[in-house]
């Protein structure tokens, strides 16, 4: 057995930062786009690739807006209220800052859920509406190779809004979009899905979130302590309420070697190894000998690594079960004892 985790991991790396050195990310830089960046810094984007990156942060609401920035090319911090149109538009502040939407939060659909509180409706204000489009122009940015999206409830008609031309340089797309009734008009999972695929867009994955099925007022009216059923806190069982979609773009004829790169990069960080293999035997013939050569080498060698790991791990599995008594000895060793205990 030669091959350990740890090595895995950094050949890994290795080939992240090779492909990061490439001459077509220092002509034309990686773009970030983190759409709703309530909190912190994407847990996906690491300091390497910010590094190597413009990054752009755009929210509305302040209150958890003010984390610290790490060090990329460049950073845009946007507090503009993002929607399909620019234009005088109504913004709802929410108890909870990653609740506020320009969307009015649907208060009698979410009563019955333990984080309706968080929707809770703490002021309306009228503001100016600026569409993503206009924004990203005045800024000098003409494309986004990875565009993560929250703006509860419209993550695809802010998308959508923007030119078809940015659209298809986006190779990365990250929605949170509902599945209950949060606010009043919201674009649905359904409708991300089906739009990415019309698009050119495959999802890569999806992780089902959601809150407990339970009326905290009724809960009180039951002299019930709603302290210990309060969203996340709750012993109950969670329900289906939004999903984290994830979407790669389908490798297309005429594709650059800069998209070439960063789509396989992107892969690469999703662990879509599958397509990796995917990317380059579509590729070849569309970029060059030296490129496709170099992500092909540096990608396989970290494979036959990872390739080798796995298999190695599968066979000290099938020793150690191998090692357990079966069935057949479990039950002459149980006999055993029986006979032992009617002989005392």
Not at 65 to 86: M, N, Q, S, V, W
Request: net charge negative.
């Amino acid at each position: 057995m030669g091959i350990d985790f740890q090595e895995v991991q950094n050949k890994r790396q290795g080939l992240i930062t090779s492909i990061l050195d490439l001459e077509e990310f220092s002509r034309e830089p990686l773009v970030l786009a983190d759409i709703g960046a309530s909190q912190l810094i994407h847990e996906k984007w690491s300091q390497d690739l910010l590094s190597h990156s413009i990054l752009i942060l755009c929210d509305a609401d302040e209150r958890d807006f003010d984390y610290e920035i790490p060090g990329a090319i460049r950073t845009i911090k946007l507090r503009d209220i993002i929607a399909p149109k620019d234009g005088t538009i109504d913004f709802y502040l929410t108890k909870s800052p990653y609740c506020s939407s320009v969307l009015e939060p649907y208060q009698e659909e979410l009563e019955n859920w333990s984080f309706s509180g968080l929707f809770a409706v703490e002021k309306k204000t009228t503001l100016r509406g600026r569409s993503l489009r206009q924004v990203l122009s005045e800024n000098g940015i003409t494309y986004i190779d990875w565009y993560k999206s929250d703006i509860q409830g419209l993550d695809v008609s802010v998308f959508a809004s923007l030119s078809e031309e940015l659209q298809a340089r986006v190779l990365y797309t990250e929605f949170e979009p509902g599945l209950l009734k949060a606010y009043k008009g919201e674009d649905f999972a359904d409708t991300a899905i089906r739009y990415m695929r019309e698009h050119g867009f495959w999802l890569e994955n999806m992780i089902v979130n959601g809150p407990e099925r339970v009326n905290l007022n009724t809960l009180q009216r039951y002299q019930i302590d709603i302290k210990n059923y309060e969203y996340n806190r709750s012993p109950l069982k969670h329900s289906p309420g939004w999903l984290n979609l994830s979407f790669l773009r389908e490798v297309h004829s005429g594709i650059s070697e800069r998209e070439a790169a960063a789509l396989f990069l992107f892969a690469i960080l999703e662990d879509q190894y599958g397509f990796c293999f995917e990317i380059l035997e579509k590729t070849r013939g569309e970029i060059s000998l030296t490129l496709h050569g170099f992500l092909e080498n540096r990608f396989l060698d970290f494979f036959r690594s990872f390739d080798t790991y796995h298999r190695e791990q599968r066979e000290l599995q099938r020793i150690r079960e191998a090692k357990k008594p079966g069935m057949k000895e479990r039950v002459k060793s149980l006999v055993r004892k029986v006979i032992r205990l009617l002989w005392r």
